[in-house]
């Protein structure tokens, strides 16, 4: 099968496969000092690639501000190696598990094995940590690793492709390029694990053409994240998150604020911050050189469809933030926009919006708050600013996201110790801390019997010893039995 646009070293993606699986199997998992070597490999080359990989995206999206991709991206990049390299060793030790007493003296635990070969899926948004973080996490988990990157990042792409050809050996680490089709295919392909990042819509079929071959997949989906702002609390700190959040990368990450729920006396005065924490951030406004282009026309026209249909439907749509000299304005690249007031009917309040877009609700009790986002696929954040009050905690209780930041957006992302991955249809699976490593290792349980142990006196024929071996074990647990539910303590 030749699934490969670009066939790496003439060959294609599945024989490349073929190839990491027979070294894996001829080589064994890679100790930890080997594990980490690859790390500072990875580490060396990112830094080494850094300028270029900053010009390919800029050029990918049209324009994204240097600082930007320093931030959202290498910052990320350089944690998680870091991070993974630090806690490897422990992360790697075997665990010492509980025996019960009939097995006794055996001994039990679990060792975290490599999976093997791991494919990884990426989405243009942040093309580069989402490849280059998952790599790093298959691995520190001992696994060789194969990356499709998105079609609408090309030159990024490229780079990628190079930065990794020159640091690993085609048979550890390979880059297959390619559109749907080639994403299709790879989807097909027999992984030892499939780690994919995109679209809910996408990823259904990822997993369908994964579970032909009983591929274990991490679904990194999309959806929509909301932002509620507690009564009283439109403020400059949590306007400066908000605007943060929604307008990095022009409003393409998967974990930005989609929509905000703002009490209802407070909703001008929410407009008002906004604009004012727009103008601030943005001081030459979307002509600037920090803010970020939509990545292409086609998402570009999309945006704009979606505000124009909740505008038809009468929703008020507030540019907001310092206006563009039109004549600078580059293309495709959308102004910061406030939609109040949009019903559910329109599109905007239905779809991930994914840009500089932000509908604002209004609520007045929390319950409608509540209600409203169970009512709804679960999103992949929910964001919530106000004190660490009961009504902080019955919001986080009663509602279930992948995440939720309190009091600011997008940072539980950062948090290198916290697991990341949405639930329901914003996805399956985590990546990110100790749940990354063991999503790409096999949780391998041992047991080792002790030279003298019950299983192995109680074989047929049975005598009056298994008798005797039996009525003290399960005597031993009767008094367990004798609590019946409502009688405990
Ligand atoms: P996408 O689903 O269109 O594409 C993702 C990858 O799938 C690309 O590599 C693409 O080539 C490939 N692909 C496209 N069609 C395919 C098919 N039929 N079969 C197999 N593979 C196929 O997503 P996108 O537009 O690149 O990215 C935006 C989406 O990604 C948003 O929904 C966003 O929320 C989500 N996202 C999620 C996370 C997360 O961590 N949860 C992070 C970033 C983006």
Redesign the pocket.
Known sequence: MNISAEPIHGLDAADLLGRQRNAYLRNGAPDLAQRKASLARLRAAVLAYRSEVKEAISADFGHRSHHETDIMEFVGVIQSIDYLSRNLRRFMKRERRHVGAFYRAGRAWVEYQPKGVIGV??????PFS?LIIPLATALAAGNRAML?????TPRTSEVIRRMLADTFPADEVAVVC??????????GLPFDHLL????????R??MK?ASENLVPVT?????KSPVVVARGHVNERSLGSIVFGKLANGG????APDYAFVHEDDVELFIKQFDTMVARTYPHGPTGRDYTSIVSER?YQRLVGLVDDARSRGARVVEVGVKPESARVRPHTLAPTLVVGAGDDSAIMQE?I?GPVLPVRTYRTLDEVVDYVNARPRP?ALYYFGNEDNECATLLARTTS?NTGINNTLLH?AQDDLP???VGS??MGAYHGIEGFRAMSHAKGVFVQGRWNLPSLLRAPFGKFADFALGFTLGASRKTERIRPGMAE
């Open positions: 899926m990426a989405p243009w948004n942040y989402l499709k990157p998105s079609e609408l390619g559109g749907p089709e080639v994403g299709a295919a790879f989807s994919f990042t995109g679209s809910t819509q996408v990823g079929k990822v053409a679904l990194e989906l999309g959806g393409q990450t998967c974990v998402h991930e994914f992949l992948g992302v990341f991955g949405g914003s996805g």
